[in-house]
């Protein structure tokens, strides 16, 4: 492992570097730079939402669109940048290959997303990270549709070639020594998220091309004025986008294998069941996307049919679960930062996972849909369980990546704070969601419950706000002025067990 | 690691998939109940445009932005769209469809006390989105 | 051998779909006035007593978890790995 902060170098050779580490570190930094940028905006969507009327944004088409760069940029330009920077520091250290299969390419899909959120930020469209036809086709203003179009157009195709070389990386440059059923978990995660990528994202790729040409009048796919059929965007739509909630938040669950049997200093309870639970999450995710449209006047058997494909992931789901309760029984847990926030991110994941459960039973669906039951539903994944298990196994790498430790008192803080937080702005959500209030809406009527749980929503948070302040601030003094970490054993666990910057890894 | 005993792993998924199934059954059993259109139901054809519902009666009366209905009586509402996606919402009667141009979906209420409630825009729609909102008046019956 | 079970894959698809839609499908008799909100919002109940009952099993299994075995319990005893220093 390079430990980049002790040895400076000019900025220019990490910048120019093909290194799987340091193209690593340029993911990192540049999903933290998303994160805390897609984050001001949730504070000010917030903050608008205090009260009814306008106060602080002012007209509804700058709301709007603040509310798609927030979603598209925590989405692509922080989660799926961040899985990446920690595949690409350790998944060529786990499977004992000197780099990623091909260097080139890693570095060229990590290039490719800066351009990307640059027109995303420039563009700042209005349509929702959903660009719903026909609006996006008819009514939404350009350029900046198109800009979007074409940001998500390019983070597609890093996407994909992330992924190939993360399944080349694992399947033919593991050690020979090495069989796949002895590859760590976090690997195997990469493996099935990148399996997911693989198989969904082309279709995605096809509906931006065909919405492209809808928005230039030349053709009329979803056009509904020229013959299409907004339904069938919102199809492949989801065929993307149902199975990359799993790339998602598979790999933040391979976070948690790492993190989890580390501080119980115990291993993993069953690391088959661990395999066999990601493969068949990647295989199930694929048969519930249309669970999101149930309400586009879909017929009662097609309904049924997502109903009962939505459900089959929930077995899988537990034994991640089951896994990690059963790995900390018996254990001797130390409670250092990154196991606080993995606990943490468990603990959500059954919330979340629940409220998923209530949108997918069909009738239900009916209540919660398209309100801020489903925003909070999903930022409680994203969040609660996504965001969690990234920033624990963020707080874990920190002393790999810096040669330095963070500041474990501010960790704790901001882990207490976060938690609070999440649970404030997104339990109180589903509430709202109860009561009615739609989703992406600037303005509310003065009800009396819609005011009380918004300002609850915005308390919450602005705790989170000042949480990642408080984040913010601790990794930039650590990773300069911190204290220096005994690389040994940076948590103080004892023990000689793997520690990804060492040569020989004692599991294998 | 392996070889140990994995009985209890079982149990928990057998539980897990008990629980599934029984949340489907139910959520089966309840949707087809109330999608159960009834055959005397009054049809109300309703159009969403940017940024209003307007609603036209079996007897041909138009209403914009308000909608009189009596107790008592069921409806079926055919719900169109003249420009982009809408979702026609009547929360406190748990109706929701999606208004999607070039089709015709359809909800079925029947309400069962006098009162005002308010109709709402659940899908963006753009600007004026939030503000896509109607009055449902429900009527004691006329006869 | 797999040509003939991609063979019975598909015959069995093209059965299944048309069953499943006669079976599932909500009769063409009409229905008598139901209550949407009673019968959508009981089961929101019923789900949820079933949830939060659930719910409070996986929460306090962790809470008790992360209480008694964190390193400062007063009966933390090492694990049988930490011996070996291997985990």
Known sequence: MVLELQKPRPIWQIMFSTHHTDVGLLYLIMSLGFLFLGGALALAIRAELFLPGAQFIGDAMTFNRMFTVHGTTLIFLFLLPFASAVGNYFVPIMVRYKDMAYPKLNAIAFWMIPPAGALIWLGFADFTWYATPPYSIISAPGPAADMWIFGLKILGISSILGAINFIVTILKCKHPDMSIGQVPLLAWSFLSSSLIVLVAIPTFAAALLMLLTDRLGVSGFFNPAMGGDPIAYAHLFWFTFHPEVYVLVIPAIGMMYEIIPRFSRKPIFSYNSGVFAFVLLSVVSFSSWAHHMYATGMSFTEKTVFMVGTLAAVPASAMHVFNFIATMWNGRIKFATPMMWAVGGIALFFSAGAGGVVNSAMPLDFSTHDTYWVVGHFHLFVMGTIAFGSIGYLYYMFPYVTGRMYNEKLGVIHFILSFIGTILVFFTQHILGLYGMPRRIFDYPPIPEWIAMNQIATVGAMIIGVSMAIFLANIIYSSGKGKIANTDDPFGLGGKYYYPFEQKNPHH | MGGHSNWPEWIYIGIVIALMTWVGAEAWNVERLVEHIPADAEVIKVTGQQWFWSFEHEDGTKEIGELHVEAGKAYKFEIYSKDVNHSFNIHDYVVLMDAVPGRVNTVWFAPDKAGEHDIQCREYCGLIHYNMRGKLIVEEPSS | ?87
């Open chain 3, 1 to 87: 051998m797999t040509s003939m079970v991609g063979l019975f894959l598909v015959l069995a698809v093209l059965i299944i779909i048309p069953a499943a839609d006669y079976v599932f499908a909500a009769g063409d008799e009409p229905g008598e006035y139901v209550d949407r909100r009673v019968l959508i919002w009981n089961l929101f109940f019923r789900m949820m007593t079933v949830a939060f009952t659930v719910g409070a099993v996986v929460s306090g299994t962790m809470i008790w978890l992360v209480w008694r075995f964190r390193e400062s319990h007063p009966k933390a005893t090492p694990t049988p790995y930490e011996k070996e220093g291997v985990w």
